[in-house]
Nanobody
Framework: VQLQASGGGLVQAGGSLRLSCEASGRALGAYVTGWFRQAPGKEREFVGSISWSGSNTYYADSVKGRFTVSRDNAKNTVYLQMNSLKPEDTAVYYC?????????????????WGQGTLVTVSS
């Protein structure tokens, strides 16, 4: 599975961005997709994840109510809608996938990773 994350950029605090994660090369079956981020000098942290059907999502407390993960399986794409952005949201954002039906939240549980896209939020 190859994952291509895009949509990052520079935005002012309070603004919005939508990231996309396009997948290719999947075998048949269900995939859970997660978003993670890594700020300079910090460890990679979980942001949100979504089940294959889209019916189950899970978010880190730090983004709950501001970020939304959704998917369009017809387009092989998962989205991360980020609203009310804060300077502390500045990071490289990665998407990841695991062939599974249940949502998972730990980085080591994911098998496939995209290259990351940089989000910078100015104050």
């Amino acid at each position: 599975v190859q994952l291509q994350a895009s949509g990052g950029g520079l935005v002012q605090a309070g603004g919005s961005l939508r990231l996309s994660c396009e997948a290719s090369g999947r075998a048949l079956g269900a995939y859970v997709t997660g978003w993670f981020r890594q700020a300079p000098g910090k460890e990679r942290e979980f942001v949100g994840s979504i089940s294959w059907s889209g019916s189950n999502t899970y978010y880190a407390d730090s983004v709950k109510g501001r970020f939304t993960v959704s998917r369009d399986n017809a387009k092989n794409t998962v989205y991360l809608q980020m609203n009310s952005l804060k300077p502390e949201d500045t990071a490289v954002y990665y998407c990841a996938e695991r062939k599974a039906t249940r949502v998972v939240v730990f980085a080591h549980q994911y098998d496939y990773w995209g290259q990351g896209t940089l989000v910078t939020v100015s104050s």
